[in-house]
């Protein structure tokens, strides 16, 4: 039976491309949630969004859907041919609650001008993206699907619709699955992280827990040693990880206050997306 | 369907124009052979203008899938299934087959019109359009189109425009293969033992018939393509 805490949960999906597979991953999206998808390029984010979106099939496991899901990908899909004003008749052809009002709406708050002659070949990166989030959120989707929405925008833009998608998620019961490699966007605007690399869900978490607990201490190779001998596991799954720098050593602790409380000499940062992510995909497991 | 027909109609509607214009020249060349006789120019310009025209929508179509990322952002952005793409395409290439087919005919007429004006033919000569052997003609060519169709789609839904081009080739490779005598005997041995179980039915029903057998292996193309199109990787 379907967990109706969650909009949209992927559930222990796999898929075999030629040379690169995703396999086993689960990954939920609660009601009123905002959940970041980070990982390197490759490392499976387009495919997962594209399993919750439905144009792609899994070779197992099971996508449980609970909202009304929109799409919003990288790359303006649209046929290059269509304008915008054809792209808002399309859209209302296939939904009959199409909002056109809010649509116009969006399209002016983004400061995306509403040119009947103006086609979809002639926008711009960003605007291409704005012309989708518009339309999404006027079908009335209770949960966005974003593919790496924010790539190639500029920083004003980026505000703009970081904005723009707080406000949808206002009402608490909307929720978002956003890709990004601007980790500095998803530290904004999500509740949860999930990171993903070679087709494998790495961690899946609460942002809090790595804004508020995680760390990163940085440490010469003896210090390392001796946290090591310490006997406890700071990655929280019994083992360590580790990641060697120019002059240093870089270890991820799950809970830095715990750490500085045991090592008051040592210095604990705390972590980022960033740093958990390349922890996570190239450190060593000591 | 209402919203992919509509998305169709639009990458149609941007190069109608030139695909009618090149389709219309090449029509006119064809009727010129037949300058003399207004009747069988309009039966050549409009089979000729249908066949381009189609052709030429087909192909902007499948392109416009595959160019960029619309064949998979349809899917995703639009509450469809792919059985619904398939289904709103084979629509609106019958309605583009129809649209042409009627084009072809107004502009055909204008065209004969003209050319009796300039080197005086009979003009009256065009009343015989409305004898049955035109009529065939007409059939014949709607119902040729659904059978090219019916044989280019599924290749192209399977393997999309890039990979499927040969799509384009495959039913004039038929017609190659009619040049080698192994193939063609027994195709005129088919052929002629049809025309003799036919001859004595009026050729009204002989053209319903074929209309009505291409329109039968349109929708069963229609159905393959479900099928092919289901299990390609987009």
Same mark, same amino acid.
């Given at each position: 039976?379907?967990?109706?805490?969650?909009?949209?949960?992927?559930?222990?999906?796999?898929?075999?491309?030629?040379?690169?597979?995703?396999?086993?991953?689960?990954?939920?999206? $609660?009601?009123?949630?905002?959940?970041?998808?980070?990982?390197?390029?490759?490392?499976?984010?387009?495919?997962?969004? /594209?399993?919750?979106l439905g144009s792609?099939?899994?070779?197992?496991?099971?996508?449980?859907?609970?909202?009304?899901l929109?799409a919003?990908?990288?790359?303006?899909?649209?046929?290059?041919?269509?304008?915008?004003?054809?792209?808002?008749?399309m859209h209302?052809l296939a939904f009959?609650?199409?909002?056109?009002?809010?649509?116009?709406?969006?399209?002016?708050?983004?400061?995306?001008?509403?040119?009947?002659?103006?086609?979809?070949?002639?926008?711009?990166?960003?605007?291409?993206?704005?012309?989708?989030?518009?339309?999404?959120?006027?079908t009335?989707?209770?949960?966005?699907?974003?593919?790496? $929405?924010?790539?190639?925008?500029?920083?004003?833009?980026?505000?703009?619709?970081?904005?723009?998608?707080?406000?949808?998620?206002?009402?608490?019961?909307?929720?978002?699955?956003?890709?990004?490699?601007?980790?500095?966007?998803?530290? /904004?605007?999500?509740? /949860?992280?999930?990171?993903?690399?070679?087709?494998?869900?790495?961690?899946?978490?609460?942002?809090?827990?790595?804004?508020?607990?995680?760390?990163?201490?940085?440490?010469?190779?003896?210090?390392?040693?001796?946290?090591?001998?310490?006997?406890?596991?700071?990655?929280?799954?019994?083992?360590?990880?580790?990641?060697?720098?120019?002059?240093?050593?870089?270890?991820?602790?799950?809970?830095?206050?715990?750490?500085?409380?045991?090592? $008051?000499?040592?210095?604990?940062?705390?972590?980022?997306?960033?740093?958990?992510?390349?922890?996570?995909?190239?450190?060593?497991?000591? | 369907m209402r919203a992919l027909m509509f998305s169709d109609?639009?990458?149609?509607?941007?190069?109608?124009?030139?695909?009618?214009?090149?389709?219309?020249?090449?029509?006119?060349?064809?009727?010129?052979?037949?300058?003399?006789?207004?009747?069988?120019?309009?039966?050549?310009?409009?089979?000729?203008?249908?066949?381009?025209?189609?052709?030429?929508?087909?192909?902007?179509?499948?392109?416009?899938d595959?160019?960029?990322?619309w064949a998979r952002g349809r899917l995703e952005l639009l509450p469809i299934r792919r059985t619904d793409v398939v289904r709103a395409r084979?629509?609106?290439?019958?309605?583009?087959?129809?649209?042409?087919?009627?084009?072809?005919?107004?502009?055909?007429?204008?065209?004969?019109?003209?050319?009796?004006?300039?080197?005086?033919?009979?003009?009256?000569?065009?009343?015989?359009?409305?004898?049955?052997?035109?009529?065939?003609?007409?059939?014949?060519?709607?119902?040729?189109?659904?059978?090219?169709?019916?044989?280019?789609?599924?290749?192209?839904?399977? *393997?999309?425009?890039?990979?499927?081009?040969?799509?384009?080739?495959?039913? *004039?490779?038929?017609?190659?293969?009619?040049?080698?005598?192994?193939?063609?005997?027994?195709?005129?041995?088919?052929?002629?033992?049809?025309?003799?179980?036919?001859?004595?039915?009026?050729?009204?029903?002989?053209?319903?018939?074929? *209309?009505?057998?291409?329109?039968?292996?349109?929708?069963?193309?229609?159905?393959?393509?479900t099928?092919?199109y289901?299990?390609?990787?987009l």
């Open positions: 039976m379907a967990d109706t805490s969650f909009s949209l949960r992927l559930i222990d999906v796999s898929k075999h491309f030629d040379g690169f597979d995703v396999s086993h991953v689960t990954l939920g999206v $609660p009601h009123g949630c905002v959940v970041g998808l980070v990982g390197r390029n490759g490392a499976g984010k387009t495919t997962l969004m /594209r399993m919750a792609l099939a899994p070779d197992s496991g099971r996508i449980e859907r609970a909202a009304k929109g919003v990908s990288a790359v303006c899909p649209y046929p290059t041919e269509m304008t915008v004003p054809d792209v808002e008749r209302r009959p609650a199409f909002d056109r009002a809010l649509f116009e709406k969006t399209c002016d708050a983004l400061d995306l001008p509403l040119d009947r002659k103006r086609t979809v070949k002639e926008l711009s990166r960003g605007m291409g993206m704005k012309l989708q989030l518009a339309a999404a959120v006027a009335g989707a209770t949960c966005l699907v974003m593919d790496e $929405p924010t790539a190639g925008l500029d920083p004003i833009v980026r505000d703009d619709v970081l904005d723009l998608l707080r406000r949808w998620m206002e009402p608490g019961d909307r929720s978002l699955l956003i890709s990004s490699h601007i980790t500095g966007d998803l530290e /904004r605007i999500c509740d /949860r992280i999930a990171i993903i690399d070679s087709g494998r869900m790495l961690l899946t978490c609460d942002i809090d827990e790595i804004e508020s607990h995680m760390g990163v201490a940085r440490l010469r190779t003896a210090e390392l040693e001796e946290v090591l001998d310490g006997g406890r596991s700071w990655s929280g799954d019994g083992s360590a990880r580790v990641l060697r720098g120019d002059l240093s050593w870089a270890i991820l602790v799950d809970d830095r206050a715990a750490f500085a409380r045991e090592y $008051p000499d040592l210095v604990c940062d705390r972590a980022t997306i960033d740093d958990v992510m390349t922890l996570l995909v190239k450190g060593e497991v000591r | 109609w639009c990458v149609v509607k941007k190069y109608l124009a030139h695909y009618l214009l090149t389709s219309l020249v090449i029509g006119g060349f064809t009727a010129m052979g037949n300058a003399g006789d207004p009747a069988a120019m309009t039966i050549a310009m409009t089979c000729c203008v249908c066949y381009t025209s189609s052709l030429f929508i087909m192909f902007a179509l499948f392109g416009a595959d160019r960029g990322e084979y629509g609106i290439m019958a309605l583009a087959i129809t649209a042409a087919m009627a084009a072809g005919f107004v502009a055909s007429i204008g065209l004969a019109l003209a050319v009796s004006l300039v080197n005086g033919s009979d003009v009256m000569q065009l009343g015989l359009l409305f004898a049955p052997e035109p009529a065939l003609a007409f059939l014949a060519t709607v119902a040729s189109l659904f059978a090219i169709l019916s044989i280019q789609m599924p290749l192209v839904f399977s *393997l999309g425009v890039e990979r499927g081009k040969i799509a384009a080739v495959a039913p *004039l490779l038929l017609i190659v293969l009619l040049g080698f005598e192994q193939v063609r005997r027994p195709v005129l041995n088919v052929a002629g033992n049809l025309a003799s179980a036919v001859a004595a039915l009026p050729a009204s029903v002989v053209a319903l018939g074929i *209309l009505g057998a291409a329109i039968a292996a349109y929708l069963i193309s229609m159905l393959v393509s099928r092919l289901a299990h390609r990787e």
